[in-house]
T-cell receptor
Framework: GEEVAQTPKHLVRGEGQKAKLYCAPI?????VFWYQQVLKNEFKFLIS????????ETGMPKERFSAKCLPNSPCSLEIQATKLEDSAVYFC???????????????FGPGTRLTVT | RKEVEQDPGPFNVPEGATVAFNCTYS??????FFWYRQDCRKEPKLLMS???SGNEDGRFTAQLNRASQYISLLIRDSKLSDSATYLC????????????FGKGTRLSVIA
């Protein structure tokens, strides 16, 4: 589509439960990024994909977080055994392969607000 | 030292005013530069990319000074609808690489 789509809008999980978030990039965009926004506007990069392949996972907590982008399916971010500190808004962004004047613009979805109780 | 620094504000300005935001970045090899705006509880929306030659889009003008590692955003003739948090964003590498965000500058335009 013309916009990045994310589902669900809100997700509430008890500590220790699993959470799964979904993202559909803009049609034709090859790159997908996941970011976590906690209080006070702190954005943290988690992981990026080029099509189905992990491109950069330097921000990804290894133990409980996993992500996939499979052909013909929305990308997903899964958190096993959620903790209170995982409460945040998770944004997905997509970008196209070639930049514009050397600038690789990323477009964000509306986010998923995860609350861990 | 934070990687991207901004004055958090808030900047409270009357309608019609001109307001300027500044941002400094620590990595001299930074490649791409952007201003995003974020409304409360919404996603960041790309306002403009910032090029070395500077660029203008209507009431918005962005400047980049690589020598001083400094980016600015000027908003002329402020509207109530400009009230938002303005995020200074850079990338450290070329290509499709992660965005590094400042904490944002809060702007309130008052009638």
């Amino acid at each position: 589509g013309e916009e990045v789509a994310q589902t669900p809008k809100h997700l509430v999980r008890g500590e220790g439960q699993k959470a799964k978030l979904y993202c559909a990039p803009i049609k034709g965009h090859s790159y997908v990024f996941w970011y976590q926004q906690v209080l006070k506007n702190e954005f943290k990069f988690l992981i990026s994909f080029q099509n189905e392949n992990v491109f950069d996972e330097t921000g990804m907590p290894k133990e409980r977080f996993s992500a996939k982008c499979l052909p013909n399916s929305p990308c997903s971010l899964e958190i096993q055994a959620t903790k209170l500190e995982d409460s945040a808004v998770y944004f997905c962004a997509s970008s196209q392969l070639g930049g514009v004047r050397g600038s690789y613009e990323q477009y964000f979805g509306p986010g998923t607000r995860l609350t861990v109780t | 030292r934070k990687e991207v620094e901004q004055d958090p504000g808030p900047f409270n300005v009357p309608e019609g005013a001109t307001v300027a935001f500044n941002c400094t970045y620590s990595n001299s090899a930074s490649q791409s530069f952007f201003w995003y705006r974020q409304d409360c509880r919404k996603e960041p929306k790309l306002l403009m990319s910032v090029y070395s030659s500077g660029n203008e889009d209507g009431r918005f003008t962005a400047q980049l000074n690589r020598a001083s590692q400094y980016i600015s955003l000027l908003i002329r003739d402020s509207k109530l609808s400009d009230s938002a948090t303005y995020l200074c964003v850079v990338t450290f590498y070329s290509g499709n690489t992660p965005l590094v965000f400042g904490k944002g500058t809060r702007l309130s335009v008052i009638a």
